[in-house]
């Protein structure tokens, strides 16, 4: 399986969303196998790591978002189980999925996703596996957005920021963080 050959069945090569979608999953990608090297003891399956991280934002597509060109209808938040579902569809295994399913905030809960009334199918959405937890927290070290481009983003600025938007986000990113060392 190739991440770029599905990549570009639905961004194409040339538009701003493709360069910054493949721009950010590359930076994902390396971030994430350089957290993996600190923990070998858990055995990361890296290269599954590096085909999940190129992968694990491919629904931006579905939703509204002006800033970085996605021109969808869904609302932001649903990229991630969008991205599972396409996965699904195009017949990857379903760890896949997971991984896009899984990776927005610092996962979502259920609770979270009733108490907050979030546009999000009524599961868990918390990574579960080390290699879901990897790319999840990676993830958050950089922004597609252009305007935030020249920012280093910091783990406490982070934290800070997940805990805006909810303590327990911000509670586990905190243990992820300690336990990668980062
Ligand atoms: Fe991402």
Redesign the pocket.
């Known amino acids: 399986m190739d991440a770029l050959t599905i990549i570009e069945k639905f961004y194409s090569p040339g538009t701003k969303l493709y360069q910054i979608l493949i721009e ?2 590359l930076i ?1 990608t390396q971030k994430s196998l350089e957290i993996a090297q600190t923990q070998k003891h858990l055995n990361p399956d890296l290269e599954f790591i590096q085909k999940a991280a190129m992968l ?2 491919i629904g931006i597509f579905f939703t509204r978002s002006d800033a970085i060109g996605c021109r969808g209808d869904a609302p932001y938040i649903c990229h991630g189980y969008l991205g599972r579902k396409l996965l699904d569809e195009q017949g990857l295994p379903p760890e896949y999925g997971l991984v896009c399913e899984r ?1 927005t905030g610092a996962g979502i809960t259920k609770e979270n996703i009733r108490s907050n009334n979030l546009p999000l199918p009524q599961r868990d959405m918390v990574p579960i596996s080390i290699e879901e937890k990897i790319i999840c927290v990676a ?1 958050k070290y950089h922004s ?1 957005n252009p305007k935030n481009a020249a920012k280093k983003t910091t783990t406490l600025q982070i934290i800070e920021d997940l805990g805006k938007i909810d303590q327990d986000h911000a509670k586990r990113f905190s243990i992820w963080a300690e336990e990668f060392k980062i």
Request: hydrophobic residues 10%.
């Open positions: 950010h999953s994902v694990h934002d990776h993830d597609k």
